[in-house]
């Protein structure tokens, strides 16, 4: 009986670890992707993203073949996402608590979108090129 | 010439076996001692006249100092076991519900603006400890806290001696940052790879403090065991843990890295890192000094239990998100 319980309180207990893993960053994508954060200005696209913790949006969408550039901005950040990893273009740095940091993404191809990380991996955010 | 069976209690491995039969025949009274694995019991023989109650103590006491026990009754903490996982997990899940929707609720990502004084960093020293820093520095000294208190070996000075070890190397190493100014940086990749190093420590003492590895007899190689038992014993080994706490992955302690780089001298490096550690120093050492006092309490099994689950799952968590770092798998989750 007392076994059975626990057994009980103890699923209900992972059904909530999940909801709060993964029904989390469901919303997050659904509010990401419609922020408006992308801007053309003289043939080269921008995209802006927060940095603060986490990243916002945590989902952008951004056109492929233009030089793009893309600005993180901290406001007294001083948690890991500070700390900003985006691997497939080799950005390693521990951004400063405020301020702006223009990244170069070159030109970016079509279906190959660019993930950045905090260096712990609790964050992300990734920008899809199509 | 009399032959007892005692139960002994804490053999983890197959050179345990040795280290209990040779202790136990150095004493004169024991003409004979055979240690059983499998059943965890020993076979003495004695010409001693006291009753077998008063010689389980007398030779618990040689042998108490290296985790382990010997008794008359099987242990009643083992007969329990079976009951204890069970509430031990649920009490566990709780905790981690409870730390990660902590993290989701953003009352963690107040900014701070302005300079980095002394004053700031120990306010930022005060969030980082019950930020997601602590999966992997509050997970390690948990961990490690409770298998200490579990095995018996003097904690509080072990705490002391940890506790010390990382307030005097972040004072420090921050003096030297600020002193050597931007010659060193912080390697991402060296940290990533601590920080792997520490989940997997976490992992394999929360799943030995749930008992996975006593219960079923999955022998870890006797060599990790022994190993453990003689770093445990070192005045050292908790200065150094203390020293390494320093390069764990953990933004808020980067970032307070970078403040004290840029800060251009010795003494306010020292200063910015050092009231950092003191800020994160009442949570963790309410972890350890905690873990010491459920350990010799009345539910010690349970607290055992209950820190292994809640260890094992900030170590995989560590451990999934180490890996994504490194950009080995891919992000799984955006806490």
């Given at each position: 009986m007392?076994?059975?319980?626990?057994t009980?309180?103890?699923?209900?207990?992972?059904?909530?670890?999940?909801?709060?893993?993964?029904?989390?960053?469901?919303?997050?994508?659904?509010?990401?992707g419609?922020?408006q954060?992308?801007?053309i200005?003289?043939?080269?696209?921008?995209?802006?993203?927060?940095?603060?913790?986490?990243?916002?949006?945590?989902?952008?969408?951004?056109?492929?073949?233009?030089?793009?550039?893309?600005?993180?901005?901290?406001?007294g950040?001083?948690?890991?996402?500070?700390s900003?990893?985006?691997?497939s273009?080799?950005?390693?740095?521990?951004?400063?608590?405020?301020?702006?940091?223009?990244?170069?993404l070159?030109?970016?191809?079509a279906?190959?979108?660019?993930?950045?990380?905090?260096?712990?991996?609790m964050?992300?955010?990734?920008?899809?090129?199509n | 010439?009399?032959?007892?069976?005692?139960?002994?209690?804490?053999t983890?491995?197959?050179?345990?076996k040795?280290?209990?039969?040779?202790?136990?025949?150095?004493?004169?009274f024991?003409?004979n001692?055979?240690?059983?694995?499998q059943?965890e019991?020993?076979?003495i023989?004695?010409?001693?006249?006291?009753?077998?109650?008063?010689?389980?103590?007398?030779?618990?006491?040689?042998?108490?100092s290296?985790?382990?026990?010997?008794?008359?009754?099987?242990?009643s903490?083992?007969?329990q076991?079976?009951?204890?996982i069970?509430k031990?997990?649920?009490?566990?899940?709780?905790?981690?519900?409870l730390?990660?929707?902590?993290?989701k609720?953003?009352?963690l990502?107040?900014?701070i603006?302005?300079?980095?004084?002394?004053v700031?960093?120990?306010?930022?020293?005060?969030?980082?400890?019950?930020?997601?820093?602590l999966?992997?520095?509050?997970?390690l000294v948990?961990?490690?806290?409770?298998?200490?208190?579990?095995d018996n070996v003097s904690?509080?000075?072990?705490?002391?001696?940890?506790h010390?070890g990382?307030?005097?190397?972040?004072?420090?190493?921050?003096?030297?940052?600020?002193?050597?100014g931007?010659?060193i940086?912080?390697?991402?990749?060296f940290?990533?790879?601590?920080?792997l190093?520490?989940?997997?420590?976490?992992?394999?003492?929360?799943?030995?403090?749930?008992?996975?590895?006593?219960?079923?007899?999955?022998?870890?190689?006797?060599?990790?065991?022994?190993?453990?038992?003689?770093?445990?014993?070192?005045?050292?080994?908790?200065?150094?843990?203390?020293?390494a706490?320093?390069?764990?992955?953990?933004?808020?302690?980067q970032s307070?890295?970078i403040s004290?780089?840029g800060?251009?001298?010795?003494?306010?490096?020292?200063?910015?890192?050092l009231?950092?550690?003191?800020?994160t120093?009442?949570?963790l050492?309410?972890?350890s000094?905690?873990?010491?006092?459920?350990?010799?309490?009345?539910?010690?099994?349970?607290?055992?239990?209950s820190?292994?689950?809640?260890?094992i799952?900030?170590g995989?968590?560590?451990?999934?998100?180490g890996?994504a770092?490194l950009?080995?798998?891919n992000?799984?989750?955006?806490?």
């Amino acid at each position: 009986m007392n076994k059975t319980a626990y057994t009980i309180i103890t699923m209900a207990l992972v059904v909530g670890i999940g909801i709060v893993f993964l029904g989390g960053s469901k919303n997050n994508t659904e509010t990401g992707g419609s922020a408006q954060n992308v801007e053309i200005k003289d043939g080269v696209q921008y995209i802006t993203i927060n940095a603060r913790g986490g990243y916002s949006p945590k989902v952008s969408s951004a056109k492929p073949g233009i030089p793009t550039k893309l600005i993180v901005k901290t406001n007294g950040t001083y948690d890991c996402s500070a700390s900003l990893v985006i691997r497939s273009v080799g950005f390693q740095k521990i951004l400063s608590q405020t301020g702006e940091e223009v990244i170069d993404l070159g030109t970016p191809k079509a279906g190959q979108p660019v993930q950045g990380l905090c260096s712990m991996g609790m964050y992300n955010f990734s920008i899809n090129f199509n | 010439m009399k032959t007892y069976t005692f139960h002994v209690s804490g053999t983890h491995c197959a050179s345990c076996k040795i280290f209990i039969e040779d202790t136990l025949n150095e004493q004169g009274f024991i003409k004979n001692a055979r240690v059983n694995l499998q059943r965890e019991t020993v076979e003495i023989e004695t010409d001693s006249d006291e009753d077998p109650e008063a010689l389980t103590h007398i030779l618990t006491e040689k042998i108490k100092s290296n985790g382990y026990k010997l008794s008359v009754e099987k242990s009643s903490t083992e007969k329990q076991s079976n009951d204890v996982i069970w509430k031990a997990i649920p009490i566990g899940l709780s905790f981690l519900i409870l730390f990660f929707l902590l993290q989701k609720s953003e009352i963690l990502n107040l900014g701070i603006g302005g300079q980095t004084t002394p004053v700031t960093s120990f306010i930022i020293g005060l969030i980082a400890s019950v930020s997601s820093c602590l999966a992997i520095v509050g997970g390690l000294v948990l961990s490690l806290s409770a298998k200490v208190s579990q095995d018996n070996v003097s904690d509080t000075k072990t705490f002391l001696l940890f506790h010390t070890g990382r307030l005097v190397s972040f004072a420090v190493l921050g003096g030297v940052l600020g002193a050597v100014g931007s010659a060193i940086g912080i390697n991402f990749t060296f940290t990533a790879i601590l920080g792997l190093l520490a989940s997997m420590v976490m992992l394999l003492l929360g799943l030995n403090l749930v008992g996975v590895f006593a219960k079923n007899k999955v022998a870890l190689p006797a060599g990790i065991f022994n190993f453990f038992r003689k770093i445990e014993h070192k005045t050292l080994t908790p200065l150094i843990i203390g020293f390494a706490t320093f390069f764990l992955p953990c933004g808020f302690t980067q970032s307070m890295q970078i403040s004290a780089l840029g800060s251009g001298s010795f003494m306010s490096g020292l200063l910015i890192m050092l009231a950092f550690a003191l800020g994160t120093l009442p949570m963790l050492v309410l972890l350890s000094f905690g873990s010491a006092s459920f350990a010799h309490g009345k539910h010690a099994p349970l607290f055992f239990k209950s820190a292994g689950v809640v260890v094992i799952g900030l170590g995989l968590f560590a451990l999934l998100a180490g890996l994504a770092g490194l950009g080995i798998i891919n992000p799984l989750f955006n806490i």
